[in-house]
């Protein structure tokens, strides 16, 4: 690794630019003829390699020829846009869709302009607490991005049923295969089924399934126009559109903040690396359940119950 | 590791060697023998228009494996790869709604090799995708994104988005349930956004939905209007590369 050869002290502040780096050494150069080139070779070689017994192996894949009037189920994405899809499910169209997305790449492009130190560049994860960091970061990611899905899809209930203590679900053994154990969940917290739940299984006011904001706020009759007639769906906003940017803004934050008053994240880098981490595993975990996790209706299930998609 | 002696001892391979590099047609292409000095290895990577994207000298861990993964230069030579490929399955491929089907079952069935060549693209296409996204996890981690390459990793999220976008492109062209419907779900995501959703889905696929027009345009931005922003793009990004000091390394 690069041990050797410390720069001065001078040039390791922060900021500090590449006119004042040391004089290069030129005994830690290698000629890019033939050492480079021929790595590059070898990997190209590889590859070619690897591709062509792809493509002798594996056929793609050429279905029927498309037909508009008839909607196979499901229908899915191509998979690196299965994450948007599984997204999708859980709240509002445009927010998964295109919002999400273009917010997104957007923050992604900024990483470079809020983490400004450029110590340790060039090298595998060699901050302090590099590691820590993103071994939370995943795992956050990872597991939170699992058990919201989950209890999105309302598989916490079927959890609950199979799995209920105090009763009699223990004598026999394995207890989720007893069917005459089965618990149902009751019904004063059917509004914790799902996050769409809170909406359908609330007896929420007629004044807040349909707050007139175009009367009220949007006066296009003072222009001489029509009166605007433009209802607010309360619930439906709190569900659609509320919840989830609550969670993708505020779990993040609540993320890095923890990890800065325990002390793990403490510089710039270190967000990064907690909240960058968090997003891939995340991302990941959006995509492996779009892609294996959904069968028919994009419902929940295991890998082995998803079939391909029937028209 | 470069080398100033030639191999002694083998006088037929030598002047095997002199006939081929002592004469004008060599010396007009390559300007120098074989690159078997220091001098003639840096002339070789400086004076040649495919090499000198390098330096002409590298910091030695810049040639180890482990450090980048050659994960940038294999999502380069996907591309190539796939324009190579591209190219061939454009002479049996029409963008219609009547025959595009047809197309791909004949190059199938028909075509020496075509099978082979619409899996090498197809593969090709999801790897070049897998490698852009482990390439940024890569200079993510290397911390390779810091002062001064900051304008080179926007540039990257650029190439990635492009990327995604000639993979989605394709996807559409093989006018299959899979292509077709993968696209009418991906192009409704864009629709659905309430404010230009519906005029960019409207532009996107050039009516109210997936049919010979959104295949043209698809098609067009396949295989000439993506694939061309995208060079734009990577120019910028080696050239940036070389300007911003090389590999980023240790200060």
């Given at each position: 690794m690069v041990a050797d050869a410390p720069a001065p002290a001078s040039s390791r502040q922060r900021g500090a630019m590449p006119s004042v780096r040391p004089r290069r050494q030129r005994e830690e150069e290698l000629l890019v003829w033939p050492d480079l080139v021929f790595v590059e070779f070898i990997a190209a070689l590889i590859f070619t390699i690897t591709f062509v017994a792809l493509a002798i192996l594996i056929n793609a894949p050429l279905q029927d020829r498309a037909n508009p009037a008839n909607t196979p189920n499901p229908s899915k994405a191509p998979w690196y846009f299965l994450n948007l899809q599984e997204l999708l499910i859980h709240m509002h169209p445009a927010l998964a869709g295109v919002?999400?997305?273009?917010?997104?790449?957007?923050?992604?492009?900024?990483?470079?302009?809020?983490?400004?130190?450029?110590?340790?560049?060039?090298r595998w994860l060699a901050t302090p607490r590099a590691w820590p960091n993103l071994i939370v970061g995943m795992t956050v990611g990872f597991v939170g991005t699992w058990l919201l899905i989950i209890y999105d899809s309302s598989k916490h209930i079927v959890l609950y049923e199979r799995f209920s203590v105090g009763s009699e679900a223990f004598r026999v053994w394995p207890?989720?295969?007893?069917?005459?154990?089965?618990?149902?969940?009751?019904?004063?917290?059917?509004?914790?089924?799902?996050?769409?739940?809170?909406?359908?299984?609330?007896n929420w006011h007629n004044d807040l399934t349909g707050v007139p904001i175009g009367e009220t706020f949007i006066r296009t009759d003072l222009l001489g126009l029509p009166r605007g007639s433009i209802q607010w769906n309360v619930p439906a906003w709190i569900v659609e559109q509320a919840i989830p940017i609550g969670i993708m803004v505020g779990l993040p934050i609540l993320l890095s903040l923890v990890a800065w008053r325990t002390g793990l994240a403490r510089t710039r880098r270190d967000h990064m690396i907690l909240l960058i981490s968090g997003w891939f595993a995340s991302w990941l975990?959006?995509?492996?359940?779009?892609?294996?996790?959904?069968?028919?209706?994009?419902?929940?299930?295991?890998?082995?119950?998803?079939?391909?998609a029937e028209s | 590791m470069a080398t100033t002696e030639r191999p002694q001892g083998q006088a037929i391979v030598d002047r095997a060697y002199e006939f081929l590099v002592n004469n004008r047609v060599w010396k007009s292409i390559f300007r120098i023998g074989y690159?078997?000095?220091?001098?003639?290895?840096?002339?070789?990577?400086?004076?040649?228009?495919f090499l000198h994207l390098h330096p002409t000298r590298v910091h030695r861990t810049h040639v180890k494996i482990t450090h980048t993964y050659c994960l940038g230069g294999l999502s380069f030579f996907l591309f190539l790869g796939l324009t190579v490929t591209g190219v061939l399955l454009m002479f049996y491929y029409v963008p219609s709604v009547e025959r595009a089907y047809a197309d791909m079952q004949a190059l199938q069935t028909d075509v020496r090799f075509g099978m082979m060549?619409?899996?090498?693209?197809?593969?090709?296409?999801?790897?070049?995708?897998?490698?852009?996204?482990?390439?940024?996890?890569?200079?993510?981690?290397?911390?390779?994104?810091?002062?001064?390459?900051?304008?080179?990793?926007?540039?990257?999220?650029?190439?990635?988005?492009?990327?995604?976008?000639?993979?989605?492109?394709g996807y559409l062209l093989p006018w299959d349930e899979l292509a077709f419907w993968a696209i009418t779900v991906g192009t409704n995501m864009i629709g659905s956004d309430p404010i230009l959703g519906e005029v960019n889905q409207f532009v996107m696929i050039g009516g109210f939905e997936v049919g010979q027009n959104a295949l043209i345009r698809f098609y067009t931005l396949h295989v000439i209007g993506l694939p061309l922003a995208a060079a734009i793009f990577m120019s910028v990004h080696f050239w940036r590369i070389r300007r911003d000091g090389g590999l980023a390394r240790p200060l």
């Open positions: 919002i999400v997305p273009t917010i997104f790449l957007v923050l992604l492009a900024a990483v470079p302009y809020f983490d400004t130190s450029n110590e340790e560049q060039g207890p989720f295969m007893a069917e005459e154990n089965v618990r149902t969940w009751p019904e004063t917290l059917n509004w914790l089924k799902s996050v769409r739940a809170l909406q359908t299984d609330i975990v959006l995509t492996v359940a779009g892609t294996y996790f959904r069968g028919a209706g994009l419902e929940l299930l295991w890998p082995w119950d998803v079939y391909p | 690159p078997n000095t220091p001098r003639n290895q840096m002339l070789a990577v400086a004076t040649n228009v060549l619409r899996n090498t693209h197809r593969w090709m296409a999801h790897g070049m995708v897998i490698t852009v996204m482990l390439h940024m996890m890569r200079v993510f981690y290397t911390g390779a994104y810091k002062p001064p390459r900051e304008f080179n990793w926007v540039v990257g999220v650029i190439l990635l988005v492009l990327t995604l976008l000639l993979s989605f492109t």
